[in-house]
């Protein structure tokens, strides 16, 4: 008899903790979070019956100081959600522009990702959610019905830093099936990024396959390392395994990187089909990838016929004491003298690197040194520097 009531039951527990799956399953189901309307406005949702207070944050959202370790810098807002008498939180948004926006919510001062959207990116240690609303430039970072190129992370030998290290790489459309060679360019991450940051982040593969189906970008391969040299791969990613990434690490900023790049250029041309010279060699970085894009391209001064800087960290630092970065005005003179198609500067108005680019572009200056110029709209945040990709690609290899 107590055997068979065991039975009966664990047969209720078990039917019991079935049906609040399924009832947690279909909750999930029911709410559509973010959901895009028709106009251009978007409904965020969350399921959150004991919470007292939600909100959600992001860059769609005006704009807000805020506090960090660089100064005060312009953080995402904030808005309320409204509760139901279902448990349901709610809150719509203003019609928003065509962009890739990314979000996250906030329950009792906690904040957390959205369990209805699956889709998230990773920057730095930070994880969010992300959306596009489709239209203009926008359009770039979908992936459309059109050829498309492949993404591969491959392991090179880097005998400049002694290690083996990973690497991502983009190939054109076709480039599998075709005996063509392709100029490259060289894309660098921030501080804080890795291997992984340009091709989640900054959409870098749905933008030069668009691009390229367009006919607005020549067919190109595009070369993403990692710039933090005590790493063999992003964290959980290479030999250190798992643990949680950081803003910077050690010896990102004091010439190792740049002094060794030509282990990368070496692997790339030994590995692809490319043509191998000046005129079809770029390279563009944001923020700390363009601090290395700069003392690359002077170091190594008859290498690189295009040169992208986007919002350059071109401040003066204290560690910077390497070789890389001896004799720099020389170094820019030799580089303007061996000459160049293209060197490129972008930044944002309200950039907190606004002006060391000012002031890299008076040196500059005085020196007779030529360079295009783009000024926008907004900070040191991933949506500039996508727009700044999609302008830079395009001016290549013509």
């Not at 030998?157 to 083996?164: R, T």
Request: hydrophobic share 35%; glycine share 8%; net charge negative.
């Amino acid at each position: 008899m107590k055997k068979q009531l065991l039975i009966i039951l664990l047969a209720c527990f078990a039917f019991a903790a079935k049906s609040q799956a399924q009832e947690a399953i279909f909750r999930a189901q029911q709410i559509i979070s973010p959901e895009i309307h028709d106009d251009s406005s978007v409904t965020f949702r969350l399921f959150a019956p004991n919470a007292t207070s939600v909100q959600v944050t992001g860059d769609f959202l005006p704009t807000m100081k805020i506090d960090t370790p660089r100064g005060q810098m312009d953080g995402p807002g904030k808005a309320d959600l409204n509760k139901d008498e279902n448990g349901v939180w709610t809150y719509k948004s203003e019609v928003l522009k065509p962009e890739l926006y990314n979000y996250s919510f906030i329950i009792d001062g906690f904040t957390t990702t959205d369990p209805s959207n699956p889709f998230l990116i990773r920057d730095v240690a930070s994880s969010t959610n992300i959306f596009i609303v489709g239209g203009g430039h926008a359009d770039l970072f979908k992936v459309n019905d059109i050829p498309h190129g492949t993404v591969a992370r491959r392991w090179y030998d880097s005998p400049g830093l002694g290690m083996d290290r990973r690497i991502t790489i983009y190939t054109p459309p076709g480039y599998e099936n075709s005996q063509e060679s392709y100029p490259v360019l060289y894309l660098l991450h921030g501080a804080g990024g890795d291997e992984e940051a340009w091709i989640n982040l900054g959409r870098t593969s749905q933008i030069l396959d668009n691009l390229i189906a367009q006919g607005k970008a020549k067919p190109m391969i595009v070369v993403m390392p990692n710039g933090n040299v005590i790493q063999d791969g992003a964290p959980g990613e290479g030999s250190m395994g798992f643990y949680k990434p950081q803003f910077m690490v050690a010896k990102t900023m004091d010439g190792t990187y740049e002094s060794a790049f030509g282990d990368i250029i070496k692997f790339v041309e030994s590995n692809y089909r490319v043509k191998a010279e000046k005129a079809n060699r770029a390279i563009a970085g944001l923020s700390m990838g363009g601090f290395h894009t700069m003392h690359i391209s002077r170091y190594y001064p008859n290498t690189f016929d295009y040169i992208g800087l986007y919002s350059a960290a071109l401040m003066p630092r204290e560690d910077a004491t390497g070789k890389v970065y001896s004799n720099i005005d020389e170094t820019l003179k030799t580089q303007m003298e061996n000459g160049y198609k293209l060197y490129w500067i972008a930044i944002g108005k309200t950039d907190f690197l606004y002006q060391a680019n000012q002031d890299f572009r008076t040196k500059l200056d005085s020196m007779g040194m030529p360079y295009e110029y783009v000024e926008s709209e907004g900070g040191h945040i991933w949506r500039n520097w996508r727009v700044y990709l999609s302008q830079f690609v395009p001016l290549l290899f013509n």
